[in-house]
């Protein structure tokens, strides 16, 4: 025992040996750093305070790489260790604006800092903007009496627009850098793309993660992922399980943790694609299929759900929603989803207990909060999710098991317009023949879908932009194809997104899109007049041109997506919002026409290049309603089956 005392002092002195000279030189470096605020820059001292504050500076620096150069944990002043468990960039709502914070998770306390700017060639610096010792900090959500900060959230087409523009940028940079003398530009462009890469991951978080002092304000985080904020929540609730003490840091403390988190941080860029390697992390252009089976492992029966996940543009979206199965322990979904991908490398699985108690509703967003069972990733594998057979796999999370399948189609293939063998049928064929066949001026499966969307799914939050099951949309498919009898009841009886997915499919699969490829340039061309007069000339002009059923059937769609447009505030679809889901649809071209005196070398780069543009055609339209459309709804019986 005395041996023990007389080590544990000797600790005890050596430690107050070590940290009491640099006490003292954090001491005056903060001293330093206040008195060159306050001293004007046209003193004879201030040189002098400056070479003293970078001496200073330098020594703490050389003193924490050289005491830790792991710089795994920092040491409290008692001599106990704090680690760092977990960080990464958030983005918080601050006076009613978004600021994107660096956030670290230590073993006793959250802290959010911001970066500093410095001079070039320096240390990058943080700045501490708060912090909550984890023993003060809860989840609980704020009394109605608390002020809850107004969110500003961008319209999506704004969102997706910058998306568009930075795929193009991607293009281009591609192109240099196999031009000679390109690096230059390249560089340029790198940096264009990071800013607005930033600019996205800055507006389009858009969950709320509230975290709450006991002792004083709440704080208000925004992730795009429910994923992100769960991983988030349980670690801090891991941490909190222990015996933990508050405490209060003084500023030299603070100093010293705040310093530290340049080294201990294991994020260390902001996640953009500016700042990776396009070589080593290409990531997948296309469409993934991903088939949820089913799922086991669960100890009570429950009303169970899949989410899906993708990252895109540096941040992770929800792509897909399982259905709801009621009351069981093993789930038995059996449901495909086709999910669009854009450079993405992880697919991620939640799932979910659905609670329908309203006294769980969650004030952050009014909406009642659904139990995260588990969740779970996996790496998209190129060379595994490219190959022509499906891919199965189970995902562990928790103690339960998902057990689905995916496939990869890359984009250039996606992107074709491949004729059906079978004229018999409605998909891959020409609208014209199916018109003609039919008897009818717009196909009847447009005339359909479109009705059954109005009587039933034009309140639906997302309609047409929300997925629908796939196995759904080809049993559609094949009854329109195959022309069955009961397919109205099938109609009656689907779910509305497997109906508007049909639509779309109908519109994509088409040989020739159905502004034709002939007009597709002058399309092109006109929609690029800067002479309000000269566009609105050439744009009515081209839709004249079209041939009669392609004409009758894009202002069939053209007046059913205004009556949907109208419900912007409950359904959440503008006219952009619509326009950038069937621009694409309706004017990409075949891919043999598509390529024709341009000097693209993959139907990716002709869609970065032209989507933009394909959008703005369709919104043209939906904006500027044509001229002759009266004459034309007075002469035409749109629905008629005679000729």
Known sequence: MEVLLVLRLCCNCTYALLYKPIDRVTRSTLVLHDLLKHTPKDHPDFPLLQDALRISQNFLSSINEEID???????????EARQLV???????????????????????????????????????????????????????????????????????HEIEEMKIKISVLKNEIQKEKKAPKGQSRVE????????????????????????????????????????????????????????????????????????????????????????????????????????????????????????????????????????????????????????????????????????????????????????????????????????????????????????FSMKFTSRDLSLKRTPSKKQSG??????????????????????????????????????????GVATDIQALKSAFDTNTKDILVMLSDMDINAIAGTLKLYFRELPEPLLTDRLYPAFMEGIALSDPAAKENCMMHLLRSLPDPNIMTFLTLLEHLKRVAEKEPINKMSLHNLATVFGPTLLRPSESESAKGQHITSASDIWSHDVMAQVQVLLYYLQHPPISYAELKRNTLYFSTDV
């Open 426 to 467: 409605v998909f891959g064929v020409k609208i014209n023949v199916v018109t003609k066949r039919e008897r009818s001026k717009v196909p009847y499966i447009v005339r359909q879908c479109i009705e059954e969307v109005e009587k039933r799914g034009i309140d639906e939050v997302g309609i047409y932009r929300i997925s």
């Open 188 to 403: 340029r462009l790198r940096k264009k793309m990071n800013e607005q890469e930033s600019w996205l991951l800055l507006h389009s978080p858009t969950i709320p993660f509230r975290i709450h002092n006991k002792h004083g304000k709440s704080y208000l985080f925004l992730l795009s992922s429910d994923y992100e904020r769960s991983e988030w929540r349980e670690s801090i609730q891991k941490l909190q399980k222990k015996d933990l003490q508050s405490c209060v840091l003084s500023s030299v403390e603070l100093q010293v943790l705040t310093s530290s988190c340049f080294k201990l941080r294991t994020v260390h860029n902001i996640p953009v694609t500016g700042n990776k390697d396009d070589e080593e992390t290409p990531g997948l252009y296309g469409f993934l299929h991903v088939i949820v089976h089913s799922a086991k492992g669960f100890e009570q029966s429950a009303n169970l759900y899949c989410t899906l996940e993708v990252d895109s543009f540096g941040y992770f979206v929800s792509k897909a929603k399982t259905r709801v199965f009621r009351d069981t322990t093993e789930p038995q979904w059996n449901e495909e989803f086709e999910i669009e991908l854009e450079g993405s490398q992880y697919l991620r699985i939640l799932c979910y207990e659905k609670c329908y108690d309203k006294s769980m509703l969650n004030k952050d967003d009014n909406e009642i909060v659904d139990k995260i069972m588990g969740k779970g990733q996996v790496q998209l594998d190129p060379q595994t999710v490219q190959s022509k057979n499906w891919h199965m796999d189970v995902i562990e999370m928790n103690g339960i098991k998902v057990e």
């Open 86 to 156: 977990k960080d990464g960039f958030l983005v918080e709502v601050s006076e009613s604006s978004r600021k994107l914070r660096h956030v670290f998770l230590f073993t006793d306390l959250l802290l959010c800092a911001k970066m500093k700017k410095t001079a070039v060639g320096r240390h990058q610096q943080y700045e501490c903007k708060w912090y909550i010792p984890l023993a003060d900090l809860t989840f609980q959500t704020l009394d109605d009496s608390d002020a809850c900060p107004s969110i500003q959230v961008l319209p999506e």
């Open 69 to 79: 150069p792991r710089r795994t944990a920092v040491t409290t002043p008692k001599g």
